[in-house]
């Protein structure tokens, strides 16, 4: 299993890591700093088609799971974009 890290767009110090890479049916993410409030994750293709949506109200939660949901989700890459407070966070992660 790799973990990936990829960092805000203003903010190096709130580094976050996909845990689960290559993901099956939903993505664990954890930050290095716990947020407070919503962030709202996209996952697309390569071609930028979206795959998944989902807005999270984080909780305070060290460790996010975003459910890809019951969608026939092919293997390959995916962009995992993360957005929150005015920044925005993405990785590549691989579905299995």
Known sequence: MLNFEFFAS?????????????FINYID?????????KITFLLTD??????????I??????IIRFNVGKKVVKS????????????KYSAKVMKQ
Not at 29 to 37: R, W, Y
Not at 57 to 62: K, P, V
Not at 76 to 87: F, P, S
């Open 46 to 55: 390569v071609t930028g088609r979206l795959i998944a949506m989902q807005e």
């Open 10 to 22: 203003s903010k190096s110090s709130d580094r976050l890591i996909v845990i689960n890479n290559p």
């Open 57 to 62: 109200n984080t909780n305070n939660q060290s």
């Open 76 to 87: 390959g890459t995916y962009i995992l974009t993360g957005e929150t407070g005015g920044n």
């Open 29 to 37: 993410i954890k930050f290095e700093q716990i947020l407070s409030g």
